[in-house]
């Protein structure tokens, strides 16, 4: 703490980001990136925008990827906003559209930087329990409230809800607005972006970092009634006109339309995954219902720190929360076949 800090600083919890290790022989499976790589058209794109130009402001508005994400989910480019990874664009929602009287609704467990927005923006936050089986309860989501967000398929439980519930949800809370942040959506749930035009509380955000494996690019999206949308866009704005770049445009824009190689990769990752969750509950582990790039296990007889400990002692890394209700499981990204062999190796005979 310093004496030159705006007062509000010293009372910052900040998101601690899973390990990104400077070591590149581990095996890197604790922060959801895709093992594949981008698509080549993606690199292409980019590698041909590597010019003079970039003397040159990107579009504030990024316009080409606006009409790229626009005509993928067939919307019209007035519903699409855009940002600095889907974080910015969380945070942009939690800035502009979260700062109510009432509670902010999210699960107990969930994606831990919405905890995070709420201490930076002054929001009040109830937490609402997963039942038994680490499900979201809808039921439970119809009280009074500031707003809602959940991930779907939750985080870091890897557990999705039908549309048909989402759609539940949005009907009990008309006069909230509800996010349902689909950061893993591709790898086994249906996009709630059909049910925009009929609910204008609806903002659905997603990102490039996983299904389109752009972690390193930074981009994410939100698609919603224009309304919620010029609020981020005011937000934005006022912050940063220019959160994309131009390498980030036309890269993103490439990668959305090679719908091929995004439909192959992400086949890639849940063939992976039913064959790792298969081998390790053949190991003892009870593995959470999955439809994410990611599973959720715990060991009956066996403690999910030293199981961590163990594993990066082999090269292998996953990752372990110290959170109530949670703190036996372990959240293990699915890699490479290869990848995911070194994890099961160093799980030996348990
Ligand atoms: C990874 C993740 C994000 C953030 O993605 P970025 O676009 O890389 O910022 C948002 N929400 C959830 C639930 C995530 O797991």
Partial sequence: M??????????????????????????????????????????????????????????PNSDLLKQAV???????????????????????????LFQHDLPLLFPDISYSFYPVYCGLYGITSAPVPLDEQFQIRVADYAK????????????????????DAVEQLLKASPDSVVVVDEAYIDFGGETAIS?????????????????????????????????????????KNSFNSYPLDRLAIVGAAAAFEDREYFEKTCQLV???????????????????????????????????????AKLREQGVIVRH?????????LRISIGTPEQNQALIDGLGDL
């Fill in 70 to 96: 626009a005509k993928y989910y067939g919307v019209d480019g007035s519903k699409v906003f855009l940002g600095n990874g889907s974080d910015e664009v969380l945070a942009h929602i939690f800035h502009g």
């Fill in 2 to 59: 310093s004496k030159f800090w705006s007062p509000f600083v010293k009372d910052l919890v900040p998101y601690v980001p899973g390990e990104q290790p400077k070591l590149t022989k581990l095996v890197k499976l604790n922060t959801n990136e895709n093992p594949y790589g981008p698509s080549p058209k993606a690199l292409a794109a980019m590698q041909a925008e590597l010019n003079d130009n970039l003397r040159l402001y990107p579009d």
């Fill in 270 to 308: 849940i063939d992976s995954r039913e064959k790792v969750v298969a081998q390790l509950q053949d190991k003892g582990f009870e593995v959470l219902p999955s439809a994410a790039n990611f599973i959720f296990a715990r060991h009956p007889r066996h403690d999910a720190a030293s199981l961590a």
């Fill in 144 to 163: 009074p409230n500031g707003g809602i967000i959940f991930p779907n398929p939750n985080a870091p439980t890897g557990c999705v809800l039908a549309l």
């Fill in 321 to 329: 929360f110290k959170q109530e209700r949670i703190a036996q499981f």
């Fill in 195 to 235: 049910l925009v035009d009929r609910y204008p509380n609806l903002l659905v955000t997603q990102t490039l970092s996983k299904s389109r494996s752009l972690a390193g690019l930074r981009v994410g999206l939100a698609v919603g009634h224009p309304d919620l949308i010029e609020a981020l866009e005011r937000v």
